[in-house]
T-cell receptor, first 115, second 113 residues
Framework: DAGITQSPRYKITETGRQVTLMCHQTWSHSYMFWYRQDLGHGLRLIYY???????DKGEVPDGYVVSRSKTENFPLTLESATRSQTSVYFC??????????????FGPGTRLTVL | AQSVTQLDSHVSVSEGTPVLLRCNYS??????LFWYVQHPNKGLQLLLK??????LVKGINGFEAEFKKSETSFHLTKPSAHMSDAAEYFCVVSGRRDDKIIFGKGTRLHILP
């Protein structure tokens, strides 16, 4: 299917476990982003990537790791999950031309609960 | 530096009445501004954006927003609310082309029958 997809859509895990959230886009957009959405905070940027093998920290990167070996995939890993990482995670992508003035396209989100 | 403030966390209107969602911004540069909508359990969708062309921007589903530099505002309006407009709305600012965008904390719009 065309677009941007995330998996899993729902995940429950325990404190200390490693969790990987997947993001896949079919548009060949160069930029990809990971956000977390928490009540009262809107969306906050965790990490972003300008191209394959290029990643950079956002506003709240601690406790997360990303990689981008292929343009279409941008997985987010919680190396040792904590309760404070319970959140809804959104992946997004956009083209490079026009920079941040361009629309970002969002996936449907992954609801993660850390017990 | 840039920031965005959505002045109301919740807004309730009756179906068929006007909608006003307020957004103020701060930016060291001439900003680009966006409104995104998020329906329950869905991802975000672009409603409209301002990028230094016309100050009155028309978006999807009858929404529009006016960029007012003197007031540093970008309020979202719709003449007549519909039940399907019930959602959360985010105002977003980008100060420069290479900047990361900044989201407001969101306004939840409730439509009363």
């Amino acid at each position: 299917d065309a677009g941007i997809t995330q998996s899993p859509r729902y995940k429950i895990t325990e404190t200390g476990r490693q969790v990987t959230l997947m993001c896949h886009q079919t548009w060949s957009h160069s930029y990809m982003f990971w956000y977390r959405q928490d009540l009262g905070h809107g969306l906050r940027l965790i990490y972003y990537s300008a191209a394959a093998d290029i990643t950079d920290k956002g506003e709240v990167p601690d406790g997360y790791v990303v990689s981008r070996s292929k343009t279409e995939n941008f997985p987010l890993t919680l190396e040792s999950a904590t309760r404070s990482q319970t959140s809804v995670y959104f992946c997004a992508s956009r083209t490079s031309g026009g920079g941040s003035y361009n629309e970002q396209f969002f996936g449907p989100g992954t609801r993660l609960t850390v017990l | 530096a840039q920031s965005v403030t959505q002045l109301d966390s919740h807004v309730s209107v009756s179906e068929g009445t006007p909608v006003l969602l307020r957004c103020n911004y701060s930016s060291s540069y001439s900003p680009s501004l966006f409104w995104y909508v998020q329906h329950p359990n869905k991802g975000l969708q672009l409603l409209l954006k301002y990028t230094s062309a016309a100050t009155l921007v028309k978006g999807i589903n009858g929404f529009e927003a006016e960029f007012k530099k003197s007031e540093t505002s970008f309020h979202l309006t719709k003449p007549s609310a519909h039940m399907s407009d019930a959602a959360e709305y985010f105002c977003v600012v980008s100060g420069r082309r290479d900047d990361k965008i900044i989201f407001g904390k969101g306004t939840r719009l409730h439509i009363l029958p």
